[in-house]
């Protein structure tokens, strides 16, 4: 009996802390460039909205979760265009696009609160999958493997690989960059595509997943939480997949904490905690000495080329 | 082939304009196989801007360049590089966080494994005796070693052509002289060098011909072994160079500025601790500072200014009056005024108006503020003033201090407080990147404060700035100050010395990085 409802509480963790694992790697690889895209929460929304839809269109999970992908890619080029293209102010831009995604998903999810999709059928045999302790292992969504997969890749990509080595050198001095001859804009663009379809994937694990359904502001905060872990884990992808896995535990406490009846504290300070964690972690990190040398150095600066 | 083919490079009326700037107008010149070339002239004079057209960086809007006698078209720095130019930059273009290894990587085109890019890295090194550690991230190196980063990331690919853009401005006496060695060395194996400087006796020194450029335009050819750095300076200003005046007996009146014992800890990853930095300015004399950068200047300056503030009262007197631990304000009012080696940012808020700007610093010793209020009339009154007295060209007192080019805006910075007649003056780099014209005016309004018996600190990096001007001389090193020495009998070899420090000797260099890695 405890140790079903240890591992049960042990995969809840794991469900709500994929979703900002995966939207937290898009950032860092964007903000490893040199770009500070606020917009990951309204990305979430559009990838959340659009994947919900079409899986309900479709029948098609698995069609839901590219549509996502695309979407939150074009959200992430509207960003691009203003502020890699035009140059606009890099923090007002991605506040904008958290209002218009949160705005646009209202308007096109209007017609599906309430309804429910298919979800993905386990990629595992049921032997494994609904076993009562292998499920831990194997339980998950194909989402949440991807998620694990991508945080390896991503590490791979900006340590040993020559287009990871340029964009982190893009991220660090611009105009060393494009002195040596490299397309800084270009890598941006890159970098925030793949940013937009990391949060669009991460967006549509809420409404394909987690709950699955679709409300209005379905994803609740949590695109804020994942832009506050990339600086929590340094821009490293490793600690990236620790401090997603701590929020998620600190998330499932106060579900299970409700569900068991706890109520030394009221259930309001309880819902706050993954929030009130992230403003700790950040006071925290803001104390450390070092922590400035760790953010790229041209995060959010605008980069102008000369001709 | 034609007869141009004699050249490694040729350049036929290249033309570019910016938007009110006419950069470079139909320059024309051509350089040797093995030829050290110079290109001489003012800032603005637009000599960044050709080579960044030879360096595929920019595109000329006319003319044409032609390498080794065929007419290419440079399109980018890959295309430059691939056609065997090198370029270093004055501003490196080097990655502070990131290991030496990986900025060549960067700079190299092939896909190479970094194995096999250590190797010839190694070679490189052996090849033209350069000491560097591959492994070593680049914000724990001095200056020089940075520079070296760059000079193998263009080695390496075998060019034939080397542009280095000011690549001494920030190098010891002892660090020209090896980077002096090296160039021959290239030069000897044939390959021409494009180098860019203002240094007079250092062309006359390296350069076999040189190529003179004033307001874009060529405006001669000289050999530089047969020209006076005198007569060189003129081609360049075109004019006759204005002669500091200087009397040789000057007199000094009583100790007036006194720093006894200052110690303050250094900020940061990067800060430099000041150690015990003793040293007495009397009236009327001017107290140079010499040193590399990175030494401990910019922690002294904002603990002579107030900006950081002593834990002793006693550390830091003006006439007697102890201001250690007073902040900028106060000691502006004891009349204590400082200049910072950053124009935009920290000696003036680019944004502002040159007027508002004047508030900033002068509104106490110059009445602009009453009961909180400031007296517009008397900030543009003063600013207008400051703009005439020191020919800032300017719009007027309404124009931002971002507009103006930064020879101008620290012509304005300068005069702002030397019309305040401080009592003493604490300047950081004041000629730094500015023209000779205005360098020249700046040094003179120095010495003028000087001989109205002011005390003045003088931070620079600048050798020949502290001989020229200086009475009495002291070098900086890792936070501490050396013994002071009277200009009249210094010698450069033992302040070269004395500057280099650790910096100078390679093995010292590596322990001492090494100290700051681990920590």
Redesign the interface.
């Known amino acids: 009996m405890n140790e079903t409802i240890f591992i049960s509480i042990l995969m809840t963790v794991v469900g709500a802390s994929t979703p900002i694992l995966l939207a937290a790697l898009g950032e860092l690889v964007v903000e490893k460039s040199g770009v500070l895209n606020l917009g990951v929460e309204g990305m979430m929304l559009i990838g959340a909205v659009t994947g919900f839809a079409v899986t309900s269109v479709s029948g098609s999970p698995l069609l839901g979760v590219l549509a996502a992908m695309i979407a939150g890619t074009l959200a992430a080029m509207i960003f691009g265009y203003l502020t890699l293209s035009l140059t606009a102010n890099q923090v007002a831009t991605g506040l904008a696009l958290t209002i218009f995604g949160i705005g646009l998903s209202s308007l096109v999810g209007e017609g599906y609160v309430g309804k429910t999709v298919d979800i993905f059928d386990s990629i595992f045999p049921a032997a494994l999958a609904e076993h009562s302790f292998l499920r831990v292992l194997f339980g998950y969504s194909p989402v949440v493997y991807f998620s694990i997969f991508m945080t390896v890749a991503v590490a791979w990509f900006l340590k040993s690989t020559r287009p990871g080595l340029i964009l982190r050198a893009v991220g660090e001095s611009d105009s060393s960059a494009h002195s040596i001859g490299y397309s800084v804009i270009g890598v941006r663009y890159a970098a925030v595509a793949f940013g937009g379809a990391m949060a669009g994937i991460a967006g549509c694990y809420y409404s394909l997943v987690l709950t699955p359904m679709w409300a209005e502001q379905l994803t609740a905060g949590r695109g804020w939480i994942a832009l506050a872990l990339v600086v929590f884990a340094a821009w490293r992808p490793g600690r990236l997949l620790l401090g997603a896995y701590l929020f998620g535990a600190v998330m499932t406490f106060e579900l299970h904490a409700k569900a068991a009846g706890f109520s030394l504290v009221a259930p309001e300070f309880l819902a706050a905690m993954p929030y009130l964690a992230t403003i700790l972690v950040l006071a925290l990190i803001s104390l450390r000495k070092s922590s400035g040398s760790q953010a790229p150095a041209s995060l959010a600066k605008p980069f102008k080329p000369s001709t | 082939m034609s007869k141009s083919s004699k050249y490694r490079l040729e350049l036929q009326g290249v033309t570019k304009q910016f938007p009110g700037v006419l950069a470079n107008d139909q320059v024309s010149f051509a350089v040797q196989p093995g030829e050290i070339h110079a290109l001489l002239g003012e800032n603005g004079a637009g000599k960044s801007t050709l080579v960044k057209m030879i360096y595929?960086?920019?595109?000329p809007d006319a003319g044409s360049i032609v390498w080794n006698g065929e007419k290419v078209h440079v399109a980018?720095?890959?295309a430059a590089?691939k056609m065997g130019i090198g370029m270093v930059?004055q501003h490196?273009?080097?990655?502070?966080?990131?290991t030496v290894l990986?900025n060549i990587?960067?700079?190299m085109d092939g896909?190479m494994s970094q194995s096999e890019l250590e190797t010839k890295i190694r070679q490189v090194l052996q090849h033209y005796d350069l000491t560097l550690d591959p492994h070593r991230v680049v914000?724990t190196l001095s200056v020089g070693e940075r520079q070296r980063i760059e000079i193998v990331r263009a080695l390496l690919l075998e060019p034939e052509l080397l542009i280095m853009d000011e690549p001494t401005s920030v190098l010891t006496p002892q660090e020209v002289a090896q980077l002096f060695d090296t160039l021959r060395k290239l030069s000897a194996r044939g390959c021409s060098i494009l180098y860019i400087s203002h240094k007079l006796h250092e062309i006359k020194e390296l350069c076999d011909g040189a190529t003179i450029l004033r307001g874009g335009q060529v405006v001669g050819e000289c050999n530089p072994r047969q020209e006076t750095s005198t007569s060189m300076a003129e081609m360049m200003i075109g004019g006759n160079l204005k002669q500091i005046e200087k009397g040789d007996s000057r007199e000094f009146g009583d100790a007036k500025f006194v720093v006894d014992g200052l110690s303050v800890e250094g900020e940061?990853?990067f800060g430099v601790t000041l150690n015990d930095i003793s040293f007495t300015v009397r009236a009327g004399e001017i107290f140079g500072i010499a040193g590399v950068a990175g030494n401990g200047q910019n922690e002294l300056l904002l603990a002579l200014g107030g900006e950081v503030r002593a834990s002793v009262a006693d550390t830091i007197k003006l006439d007697g009056k102890p201001l250690g631990t007073l902040g900028t304000s106060l000691r502006r009012y004891f009349g204590l005024c400082a200049v910072p080696e950053e124009r935009n940012g920290h000696g003036a808020v680019p944004d502002f108006s040159l007027s508002d700007n004047a508030v900033l610093t002068a509104r106490n010793r110059q009445d602009m503020v009453r009961w909180g209020i400031i007296n517009a009339k008397t900030a543009t009154g003063y600013a207008s003033s400051v703009i005439e007295e020191f020919s800032v060209k300017a719009t007027g007192p309404s124009a931002t201090a971002g507009s103006l080019s930064g020879g101008n805006l620290q012509k304005f910075i300068m005069g702002r407080e030397i019309m305040q007649v401080p009592e003493v003056l604490i300047v950081s780099q004041p000629t730094w990147g500015v023209d000779a014209g205005a360098a020249a005016a700046i040094h003179q309004a120095l010495v003028d404060l000087a001989d109205n018996g002011s005390a003045i600190v003088l931070i620079s990096q600048d050798l020949d700035e502290l001989l020229a001007i200086a009475d009495e001389l002291a070098v900086i090193n890792e936070g501490s100050l050396s013994k002071t020495m009277s200009v009249a009998d210094a010698s450069i070899d033992e302040i070269g010395l004395l500057m280099g420090g650790v910096h100078g000797d390679p093995v010292a260099t590596e322990k001492q990085t090494e100290k700051r890695h681990v920590a």
């Open positions: 595929g960086v920019m595109q980018n720095p890959k590089r930059f490196f273009s080097l990655f502070e966080a990131m990986e990587a960067l700079g896909g914000s940061g990853d």
